[in-house]
């Protein structure tokens, strides 16, 4: 009791009444807790700035960053892409030397972005060199959740911090960040860090980074060669502004204006696509390079997602695009880095269930049936 008389805790006013009992009973209860949670006997010494770092990144609200649907919107109703934060490399006598098992690659199956990172690490045979976790396909508001806080089939706990959300991976590496809480993400294991967090970049890394350590047939797989490397840009450039990012701009358009500006420019540039990959199995020289890479990821959702859910539906792949679905479904059905790292569950569930502005009872549609053809 003497503790409980000098401890500042507010003693609960109960009225009398039918339940009294039970009620001061459950209020000694209670008072009882709260001492012994005050009370705990010891506390492991921390440092300031850990503890200032915890409760930044536990308290301070990041709503605006972690939760889409509380995205700001241009004035003129269109999207724009933010540029990505972090932006080291992977290089001999550099900060962020090429070792086996010290980087961690998180994605999401759903994240075309993200995706192009897996399909890269694993033409390169980088599988034992960077491990993977996948998050749930549930990007709610506090952004995408590990499996322990939400257990979706196919996503992965955090294995070095057991984080909830990917933001608490940012918000460890900088608890004043403001961005928005991206994957894919490049995590240095040995620092503690956010290596990059750019796909077009960590592709051009796992391409290159390694080959000194990897075998002579995977060390010759050049996504990226130097006699391609100005048409590969070239390409890159158009590709990423009105398909890559084209597919977004319409999906997020907020007026009807913003919307067609970007359709158009999308359809035009599949149009010149269908053109280039006439009676081609690649879209630059004859071989496989990153710009099929980056293309596939979005020409692969394409069907199954913008159409419906991003309003892309002035024709689709299968039916509209007959080089292009060749293309794509060559690169699916005959090279496992496409259809290892493509999972349909992950990228139907992700769009029409994270974007409530978009879609509010976030009814995923059964079709099309099946999401890709055969050959
Ligand atoms: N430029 C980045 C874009 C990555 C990106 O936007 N990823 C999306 C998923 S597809 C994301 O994580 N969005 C979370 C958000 O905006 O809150 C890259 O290519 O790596």
Same mark, same amino acid.
């Given at each position: ?105 998180? $994605?999401?199956? +759903?994240?075309?972005?993200? #995706?192009? %990172? ?5 033409? =390169?045979? @980088? ?119 084209? $597919?977004?701009? +319409?999906?997020?358009?907020? #007026?009807? %204006? ?5 359709? =158009?420019? @999308? ?109």
């Amino acid at each position: 009791m003497n503790q409980l008389r000098s401890s500042r805790l507010p003693l609960l006013r109960i009225q009398p009444g039918p339940s009294t009992r039970y009620l001061r009973a459950a209020a000694i209860k209670l008072q009882v807790n709260r001492l012994s949670s005050l009370s705990t006997p010891f506390q492991p010494p921390q440092t300031r700035a850990h503890i200032e770092r915890r409760s930044m990144s536990t308290n301070r609200d990041v709503s605006k960053w972690s939760d889409i649907s509380k995205s700001t919107f241009e004035a003129d109703g269109s999207f724009k892409r933010k540029p990505s934060s972090f932006r080291d490399f992977i290089q001999k006598g550099g900060k962020f030397e090429p070792e086996k098992g010290r980087y961690h690659l998180y $994605v999401s199956y +759903a994240c075309p972005w993200a #995706t192009r %990172t897996l399909i890269v690490r694993k033409i =390169k045979g @980088l599988e034992d060199f960077i491990d993977v976790s996948v998050v749930s396909p549930h990007m709610g508001a506090h952004g995408w959740p590990f499996a322990s806080a939400d257990a979706f089939p196919g996503a992965d706990n955090d294995p070095l911090f057991n984080a909830q959300h990917i933001k608490d991976l940012y918000l460890r590496v900088n608890p004043d960040y403001e961005g928005r809480f991206t994957v894919p993400v490049l995590w240095d294991k040995k620092t503690s860090t956010i290596v990059n967090n750019e796909s077009s970049e960590i592709i051009r890394m796992f391409n290159s980074a390694f080959n000194d350590q990897l075998p002579a047939d995977r060390a010759a797989i050049d996504l990226y060669p130097e006699s391609l490397r100005k048409e590969i840009d070239e390409i890159n450039d158009w590709v990423y502004d009105t398909v890559n990012n084209g $597919v977004y701009k +319409a999906g997020f358009a907020t #007026t009807q %204006t913003a919307y067609e500006a970007a359709v =158009k420019p @999308l359809f035009e540039s599949l149009d010149r696509l269908e053109k280039i990959l006439e009676g081609k199995d690649y879209l630059v020289g004859d071989q496989l390079t990153e710009a099929d890479i980056r293309l596939f990821v979005t020409i692969v959702r394409f069907d199954p997602v913008y159409v419906g859910h991003f309003k892309c539906n002035i024709r689709t792949i299968r039916d509209g695009y007959p080089a292009i679905h060749r293309w794509l479904r060559k690169l699916y059905w005959n090279n496992d880095a496409f259809s290892s790292t493509c999972n349909f569950d992950h990228i139907k569930t992700h769009y029409y269930w994270s974007h409530p502005h978009i879609n509010p009872h976030r009814i995923v549609p059964v079709g099309p049936i099946p999401n890709i053809l055969p050959l």
